[in-house]
């Protein structure tokens, strides 16, 4: 766990390896590759009608936020089967 204070010079945030740099890049191409479409089409009905569709590119950060917030809760969970399927 890091401390509180870092010392001077030392950064608080632990420093990530090469591959683990590489993987967070390839995920990120990956995605924005993945949903591409999904974001040009976001940027028209937005632009059409921004009252509904105006917060449609924030859902994601404000997702992950929630995710990151409640990452020990939810790597704490024990998988389990949802009985409707």
Known sequence: MATA?????ESA?????PAIGAGVALITAAYFGLFF?????????SADAMEDWGHAF???VI?????WRNRER????APEVFWPG
């Open 13 to 17: 945030w632990p420093r990530l390896s």
């Open 74 to 77: 939810i790597r704490e969970a």
């Open 63 to 67: 997702s992950a936020f929630f995710v």
């Open 37 to 45: 479409r999904w974001f040009e089409r976001q940027a028209l009905l």
């Open 58 to 60: 924030l859902i994601p």
């Open 5 to 9: 204070t870092a010392q001077a010079g």
